[in-house]
T-cell receptor, first 114, second 114 residues
Framework: NAGVTQTPKFQVLKTGQSMTLQCAQD?????MSWYRQDPGMGLRLIHY???????DQGEVPNGYNVSRSTTEDFPLRLLSAAPSQTSVYFC?????????????FGSGTRLTVV | GNSVTQMEGPVTLSEEAFLTINCTYT??????LFWYVQYPGEGLQLLLK?????DKGSNKGFEATYRKETTSFHLEKGSVQVSDSAVYFC?????????????FGEGTQLTVNP
């Protein structure tokens, strides 16, 4: 009954460092996505994937890379961290893309870039 | 493009008061509409949904009706409890060729006092 698991929960980076935020789901969902949450802006889509081997950009993709080598995992990579990437990051997964049953969200990663 | 507008917050109510959080949307075609709730320090949880006009979503005493003529999906609850204190997000998704993508409103912070 794990759902969507995100690691780490908290991270502090220095400007210019790189890191990978991990996301895994055990529900055999085809659809996975990454959002960032900033005060007063709701959640904005960074990247998404409709299945293994298929990814696409969302609203705010710059500075982030993703890959989807398996159905279960969808890591988000920050190539060279900047203070503007300080945010809370949420991974989400969903059922068959043709159904709107709603997404399951992870508990989030709070990232601070100094 | 798609967009969601929520009433400005924060909202502060006394226990057992009536709650309305307004949500309007802009989208082409026939989106599905959602309300998500985020409790402090947690990820987003699906609260309720509606997939077509005049549908009413309901859960835990909350209700929202999909009004196509006014492009609205207002959240209501007849008697709020302290445990309802959270951030509420309205969202929509459309079945595009690349799969569903969620567009969120800014979120409304609700505080319920005893």
């Amino acid at each position: 009954n794990a759902g969507v698991t995100q690691t780490p929960k908290f991270q502090v980076l220095k400007t210019g460092q790189s890191m990978t935020l991990q996301c895994a789901q055990d529900m055999n969902h085809e659809y996975m996505s990454w959002y960032r949450q900033d005060p007063g802006m709701g959640l904005r889509l960074i990247h998404y994937s409709v299945g293994a081997g298929i990814t696409d950009q969302g609203e705010v993709p710059n500075g982030y890379n993703v890959s989807r080598s398996t159905t279960e995992d969808f890591p988000l990579r920050l190539l060279s961290a900047a203070p503007s990437q300080t945010s809370v990051y949420f991974c989400a997964s969903c059922c068959n893309p043709s159904r709107d049953y709603g997404y399951t969200f992870g508990s989030g990663t709070r990232l601070t870039v100094v | 493009g798609n967009s969601v507008t929520q009433m400005e917050g924060p909202v502060t109510l006394s226990e057992e008061a009536f709650l309305t959080i307004n949500c309007t949307y802009t989208a082409t075609g026939y989106p599905s509409l959602f309300w998500y709730v985020q409790y402090p320090g947690e990820g987003l949880q699906l609260l309720l949904k509606a997939t077509k006009a005049d549908d009413k979503g309901s859960n835990k005493g909350f209700e929202a009706t999909y009004r196509k003529e006014t492009t609205s999906f207002h959240l209501e609850k007849g008697s709020v409890q302290v445990s309802d204190s959270a951030v509420y997000f309205c969202a929509l998704s459309r079945k595009e060729t690349s799969g569903s993508r969620l567009t969120f409103g800014e979120g409304t912070q609700l505080t319920v006092n005893p």
